[in-house]
Nanobody, 123 residues
């Protein structure tokens, strides 16, 4: 079972980036999914989550209005569209699959994690 995050890179402040997370080995269509991020020297923090149907989304205050989480269950893939990026968004972004059908902001509510993709926002 693997979650493979991709699409990270370097972008200037104010720019956009879309990262993806593809699942293999099993389907997570009945699970909530989430994105977290971790900057150097900091703890991993919640970014956004989505329910199994894709209709229930939750965002951290720091990204609300700028980031959009979505999923394509037919492709077993999770996405995070990031707009109006800021230097403080620089981090390794991790996707995760929740134990239940809804997403959550708690790290312990997730039992499958991807390897992370680096997002760097230059000023």
């Amino acid at each position: 079972v693997q979650l493979q995050a991709s699409g990270g890179g370097t972008v200037q402040a104010g720019g956009s980036l879309k990262i993806s997370c593809a699942a293999s080995g099993r389907t997570f269509n009945n699970n909530g999914m989430g994105w977290f991020r971790q900057a150097p020297g900091q703890e991993r923090e919640f970014v956004a989550s989505i329910g199994w149907r894709g209709s229930a989304t939750v965002y951290a205050d720091s990204v609300k209005g700028r980031f959009t989480i979505s999923r394509d269950n037919a492709k077993n893939t999770l996405y995070l569209q990031m707009n109006s990026l800021k230097p403080e968004d620089t981090a390794v972004y991790y996707c995760a699959a929740a134990r239940k059908s809804f997403g959550s902001s708690g790290l312990n509510d997730y039992n499958y994690w991807g390897q992370g993709t680096q997002v760097t926002v230059s000023s």
